[in-house]
């Protein structure tokens, strides 16, 4: 067992035998439900704080399914809150850049918010100058979902539902969405996804976390380390829309096979930077068959912490948080600067369904959309 391991675990184990339980159980399994306020509409929405064996904490509400807190130790068993938020319901209310969330049905831009299922034209909301942007105006971010608590022994756990109806933002379909959080014993924060539609639809889930490794607040993240498993991304118009091309990623900024420092090349006189403002890109990964594959590693270096995200999707969005701009107070007061977050959205690539080339983001009835993504913090050296 690590050191931090072993410290948190000792420590849990003197205030669970301060609390007249059995030593043997070991540090416990939690979900805490708490209310976390009240929509403009009057819907009730909760606060549900998991906790795993180690200590590492996440804690989500059912508005828009937003990870709101996620605390994970540092290499001296210190814990630090690595996503950026707010402490109220309210200020999440009044508008954000996607902290957290739950983002549907379709992750990143589908461009002029037009696409052609079965021959029949789709208009979706645009929320993006002339293009339609992670759901549109009212997209899964901003949706109270059904909460249930479907913890184990091993590992809390919270489902979230919720029915998109025939329509909603434009999209063709009822569509159920189901998602579940668990925090594993293993200091992972898992994501699945699924989908089932009673029309043909299109699909492309994800979560907008940003992270901050040295803590939420503490600084910009362009110290932080990164490798991204891709050869290959995909490039983008003035309009962050993908031209189609999978360019290959050698000679060029968007080469993070082997680690490097985000801000390493960030203002390096490149067209595709300047389009992205930094880093907004899909990455195309490096991938054999289906199922989970390592999707990237971040190391911040002061902190030792390391984050490794896993996915089942084919592409990864990687943005560097260069909108964010010092208007959002987040937690504890932190003001949240230019790149003071970076996000990995894993998913299909954007505006699949105008790129015939891309793989498809269809879903048709009887079939099942099914997604896991897994946010692992490894015990650090
Ligand atoms: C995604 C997009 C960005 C931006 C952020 C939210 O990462 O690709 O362009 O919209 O979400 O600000």
């Given at each position: 067992m690590n050191r931090v391991c072993g410290l948190t675990t000792a420590f849990a184990l003197v205030l669970l035998a301060g609390c007249g339980?059995?030593?043997?159980?070991?540090?416990k399994v939690q979900m805490k439900k708490q209310p976390f306020g009240k929509t403009a509409d009057g819907q009730a929405v909760d606060l549900y704080t998991l906790t795993n064996p180690n200590g590492l904490e996440a804690a989500i509400t059912n508005y828009g399914g937003i990870v709101v807190r996620l605390k994970t130790p540092d290499r001296n068993g210190q814990l630090a809150d690595v996503v950026l938020g707010f402490d109220t319901l309210d200020d999440y209310l009044k508008g954000h850049?996607?902290?957290?969330a739950i983002i549907g049905r379709y992750g990143n831009r589908i461009a002029k918010g037009r696409f052609q299922l079965n021959g029949v034209e789709y208009k979706l909301a645009v929320n993006n100058g002339e293009n339609h942007l992670h759901?549109?105006?009212?997209?899964?971010?901003?949706v109270v979902w059904n909460a249930r608590d479907v913890s184990t022994a091993e590992a809390p756990a919270l489902e979230l539902t919720y029915t998109s109806k025939d329509g909603e933002e434009g999209y063709p379909g009822t569509l159920h969405v189901t998602v579940v959080y668990t925090l594993t014993p293993a200091n992972e924060l898992k994501i699945d996804y699924a989908a089932t539609t009673d029309k043909d639809t299109i699909v492309n889930l994800t979560n907008h976390s940003y992270f901050n490794l040295a803590g939420q607040?503490?600084?910009?993240?362009?110290g932080h380390e990164l490798m991204i498993n891709a050869s290959r991304f995909t490039p983008v118009d003035a309009g962050l829309i993908p031209t189609g091309e999978l360019r290959?990623?050698?000679?060029?900024?968007?080469?993070?096979r082997k680690p490097v420092a985000i801000g390493a090349r960030i203002n390096q006189d490149d067209q595709q930077l300047k389009y992205g403002n930094g880093y907004d890109h899909n990455f195309v990964l490096d991938r054999t068959g289906d199922g989970l594959v390592l999707a990237a590693r971040v190391t911040e270096p002061k902190s030792g912490r390391v984050m490794e995200v896993y996915t089942t999707e084919p592409g990864i969005q990687f943005y560097?948080?260069?909108?964010?701009?010092?208007s959002n107070k987040g937690k504890g007061g932190k003001i949240y600067q230019r790149r003071y977050g970076f996000c990995l959205e894993t998913q299909h690539f954007p505006d699949s369904p105008n790129k015939p080339n891309f793989p498809s983001t269809v879903l048709r009835p009887g079939a099942k959309y099914q997604s896991t993504t897994v946010y692992r913090f490894p015990p650090v050296k």
């Open positions: 339980q059995k030593k043997e159980s070991g540090a850049p996607y902290f957290g759901g549109g105006l009212k997209g899964f971010d901003k607040g503490e600084g910009d993240i362009l290959s990623v050698e000679g060029t900024p968007f080469d993070f560097s948080g260069n909108f964010l701009d010092g």
